[in-house]
């Protein structure tokens, strides 16, 4: 997802009850990487990662910008209770995707 580096990027981490793929909500982490396009706006690489809801993962509510931390955003992500719980959890979906702003 971020194997090329481009000026002015940024990486968001999302994670909650965003969406629904059957009749039970379901845990959401979410990635998003965001570059500018040539009108202004921005190309938004989209990587969500679907599991079963659980009362744990329930309480994982949040969002963050990279630029809003003094550590890399990976490193953030993989020392965090919600990577850490999320791991040991078999995921439902993962869904990979393109949009712009």
Same mark, same amino acid.
């Given at each position: /997802? ?5 000026? %002015?990027? /940024? ?9 629904? #793929? @059957?009749?039970?909500? #379901?845990?959401?982490? @979410? ?15 989209? #990587? ?14 949040? @969002?963050?910008?990279?630029?809003? #931390? ?19 959890? %078999? ?11």
């Amino acid at each position: /997802m971020c194997g090329t580096l481009f000026d %002015e990027e /940024m990486i968001l981490f999302e994670t909650g009850t965003f969406t629904r #793929l @059957s009749n039970d909500p #379901l845990f959401q982490i @979410s990635l998003v990487r965001q570059v500018p396009n040539d009108d202004e706006e921005f190309y938004q690489v989209h #990587l969500d990662i679907f599991y079963k809801l659980t009362s744990e993962n329930a309480e994982f509510i949040g @969002s963050i910008w990279d630029e809003d #931390l003094d550590e890399n955003i990976f490193d953030y992500i993989r020392n965090s209770e919600i990577f850490a719980d999320a791991k040991e959890k %078999e995921y439902l979906k993962v869904k990979i995707y393109l949009d712009e702003t």
